[in-house]
C-alpha cells in the first residue's frame, strides 16, 4: 500500500490541524495504521495508532486528550486532529501501516512496514 502525508503546517500555540493519510494500491482497511513524529535530533516516536480491527484508538501519553486518530475505509484514509498544540509538537509526521502486527497495539516504528513521506508540523509560541 502507497501512503501519501498531508495537511501540516504552521500554526500557532494552542491551534489546530488535521493531518490526512491516503492509501492506494491497497485498501487500509485491513491494516493496522499509525502516526508517528519526528522532532529534529529526536528519535521517531509513536503519536496515536487504530487497529484494523476498528475500536479506539490509543494513543501516547503527550497527545492523549489533545489528538483524535480515525479512519474513513470508504475514502481509504486516516486523520489525525491536533488541537491545543505546543510548540513540543513540532515535528515531521508521518503515517504508518501495518498488515500482520506483531502484537495487538504496535507503537514502536519497526512495527510498521509502509510509510507515508511525511507532512511537517510547526508550532509557534
Known amino acids: 500500500v502507497r501512503l501519501v502525508d498531508s495537511g501540516g503546517g504552521l500554526v500557532q500555540a494552542g491551534g489546530s490541524l488535521r493531518l490526512s493519510c491516503a492509501a492506494s494500491g491497497r485498501t487500509c482497511s485491513s491494516y493496522t495504521m499509525g502516526w508517528f513524529r519526528q522532532a529534529p535530533g529526536k528519535e521517531r516516536e509513536f503519536v496515536a495508532g487504530?487497529?484494523?480491527?476498528?475500536?479506539?484508538?490509543y494513543y501516547a501519553d503527550s497527545v492523549k486528550g489533545r489528538f483524535n486518530m480515525s479512519r474513513d475505509n470508504a475514502k481509504n484514509t486516516v486523520y489525525l486532529q491536533m488541537n491545543s498544540l505546543k510548540p513540543d509538537d513540532t515535528a515531521v509526521y508521518y503515517c504508518a501501516g501495518v498488515l500482520v502486527p506483531a502484537s495487538d497495539w504496535p507503537a514502536e516504528p519497526a512495527e510498521y512496514d509502509n510509510w507515508g513521506q511525511g507532512t511537517p508540523v510547526t508550532v509557534s509560541s
Open positions: 487504530i487497529s484494523w480491527s476498528g475500536g479506539s484508538p
